[in-house]
């Protein structure tokens, strides 16, 4: 009976078995994470020593504010969205910049980012209006740079928006051929929950935009050529 009792196989596995699952386990769980940072680290070294506060920033004849969600209203920018055009105002006034390119989204879910954009930076900052240009196909990051070189001529820029998204930003434009310098905004009304939220959204997001890069991705929106910034910097 006893040998009857040893050959059905309902004794449990061995506690070597399970001891060598766990550690095929752990192994593919560090492989994971290895991979997974791969993109992010690319993003972190392409941005180093092109990231600048705006009181140390080099001059740039275009400024580039990148876009996002307006406010509840549709019609204000939210909270992080005029840290990124106060900061642009200030590079425009203190000499760093001349022309700002506003891109974002023209039919967000939050409303036109670049006309609300837009309208801050005019009324409510006074900076002339003959000198901000809206592109309202900037639908990501990787859009944002790619139609500002090909779209409209941007050759050398400073590029604005928070600290954890800077890196991704300056990489992205870099690797596009866009001679590009980093300015962080200040993120007023940002707690640390979201800061934290934010930046492992961009670390997830620096895989797509490896692959972006990666296989030389088209904009979502392709367009004609617009003289509109060099029209501006010509005025």
């Known amino acids: 009976m006893r040998g009857l009792r040893a050959s059905t196989g309902d004794r449990p596995p ?5 001891r060598r699952r766990l550690r095929r386990a752990a192994i593919l769980g560090v492989v994971v994470v ?5 993109p992010w680290s ?3 070294i392409g941005a180093r020593g092109h990231r ?9 004849d275009v400024v580039i504010v990148l876009g996002t969600a307006a406010a509840a209203d549709g019609k204000q920018p939210s909270d992080r969205l005029v840290g990124r055009l106060d900061t642009a105002a200030e590079l425009v006034r203190t000499g760093r910049a001349r022309v700002v390119l506003v891109s974002g989204d023209g039919a967000g879910t939050s409303g036109d980012e670049p006309t609300v954009m837009t309208a801050y ?7 002339d209006p003959r000198r901000v240009v809206a592109d309202p196909f900037g639908l990501d990051t990787y859009d944002s740079c790619v139609r500002a070189r090909d779209v409209y001529g941007v050759q050398r820029a400073l590029i604005v928006t928070q600290s954890y998204h800077l890196s991704r930003a300056v990489t992205l434009c870099r690797h ?4 590009v310098d980093g300015v962080s905004a200040r993120c ?3 707690g640390s929950v979201m800061l934290a939220g934010k930046a492992v959204r961009d670390y997830l997001a620096s895989g797509k935009a490896a692959w972006d890069a990666f296989r030389d991705r088209p904009p979502a929106v392709r367009s004609s050529v617009n003289p509109a910034v060099r029209d501006a910097l010509g005025s």
């Open 14 to 18: 061995a506690a070597g078995h399970w």
């Open 34 to 38: 290895v991979l997974s940072s791969v």
């Open 42 to 44: 690319w993003t972190t």
């Open 52 to 60: 600048y506060d705006a009181a140390e920033a080099p001059a740039a």
């Open 121 to 127: 930076l005019t009324e409510r900052l006074g900076v």
């Open 176 to 179: 596009l051929g866009l001679d």
């Open 188 to 190: 007023d009304g940002c």
